[in-house]
């Protein structure tokens, strides 16, 4: 027997002792694994439907049924992602007529997919709808797990074929991660994202928000598999970028929207304060660029309030921990922004705008200029709207005690020479600034957005 004999069958026992272990943590799942039967249902048509939604790009796959599997891992547990992915392994390997050996890669791959990252969730975080880990799976750290494990899980996948690969036709390992995996890399990336925010909206508002995200993969799946395509063709580049760009801002947008149907407050607030920063942005002569993030941030300055639960967004009695949850929306948001292509100044505009001037805001206790313009803004206006508007933090002032509270603590609380741009700039306009009808939907204007997106990216 050769060396490439005897390489070979040692291959094969490590991918047999692979399939092994995904068996056994068949055999020793629990019942609780397999709830709630809906969650199982919904991320398994996913799983199946995922083939007819992917995207081949040279010689790799992009598809929607790794976002359930991931799904499976961290709100269910391994076995679920386990039976995925080999009932995918003998369903494709059938149906293609493989051989023995293919087989059994198929199987050792995606079997161990849901093996590795289903065991590592259930050791981060337990069992998601367990009552005791509830607190675990609803905020942004949760989310950053759930990015993490569909990173990993595809890498693993891909390393098992890879290996598997170089042992059949030694086809060398550096040139397959540079041909098959790196062209991929965006799309898993947002696709994690993407997964993450879904098991999020899931843990946070149940089902339906769930089956929009479902919507959203699908989308994205189709929508990147088009753009990675057309990477040689140049006159269709500006097409499919209004696409993307569209399905990222489509997201925000969702968030939004979700966040909105818990609190309808925070949805007006965040139009109102996107209205006057707007205003003041061209008050003080800001170039179009700037206008356009200050604005933006002003509509998802509050993205973060996502992450918090009913009790928090709608509070009798606030705790200690409350308050630390409270305090951490704008990194929550910030987060949430960020990984968008193109929003690192909106991102930040959103960190910072609990910052006062004095230093004496969060998270990170910036002085005066050291706090982006963008953030100061936000704080005026949305100080001033809270102010006039709500009723939840004390009894609602006229615009004109406002007005004179801005002055009040301007040089502390908010920048002195923004305020009075304000001040004149409310003064002069009165009821046509302040009364402005319109939505979220209308103020964010998703068409031109994006539009502008593109124009800034070409």
Known sequence: MNTSSVIRALWWAVEAALVACSLLVLGLSSAGEWQPLLLLAILAAIYLAGDRMSSVVRDGLLTPAHSAMVLAMCLLGPAPAVAFGLTAAIAKSALRRLPASQWLANLAALGSCGLVGGVIARAVVGSAGAPGHHAAVVGATFGLLVFAVSFLTIFVNFAVIAIDVRVEDESALIRQFRDAFLPLIPGHLTSG?????????????????????????????????????????????????????????????????????????????????????????????CDEEEREVIHTAAL??????????????????????????????????????GKLDGYGPVADAILYHHERVDGGGYPAGLIAGEIPLASRIIAICSTFDTMISRETTGPRMSVEDALAELRNIAGRQLDAELVEAFVTMVQREGPALLESSGDHATELDLASRVRKMVTMRS
Not at 195 to 204: F, R
Not at 219 to 233: D, M, P, T
Not at 313 to 337: C, F, K, N, S, Y
């Open 300 to 337: 998802l300055h509050d993205i973060g309030k996502f992450t918090w639960s009913d009790r928090i967004l709608h509070p009798e009695q606030l705790t200690d921990a409350d308050w630390e949850v409270i305090r951490r929306h704008p990194q929550d948001g910030a987060a949430l922004v």
């Open 193 to 285: 994202v993407l997964t993450a925010l879904m098991a999020v909206a899931y843990t946070n508002l149940g089902t339906l928000v769930l089956l929009c995200g479902v919507l959203v993969l699908g989308v994205f799946h189709y929508l990147i598999g088009a753009l990675l395509r057309s990477e040689e063709r140049a006159d269709q580049l500006e097409a499919r970028s209004i696409h993307l760009a569209n399905m990222q801002l489509g997201v925000l947008s969702m968030l939004m929207d979700a966040l909105a149907l818990r609190d309808a407050e925070t949805s007006r607030h965040t139009t109102a304060v996107a209205r006057y920063a707007r205003a003041l942005a061209e008050e003080i002569s």
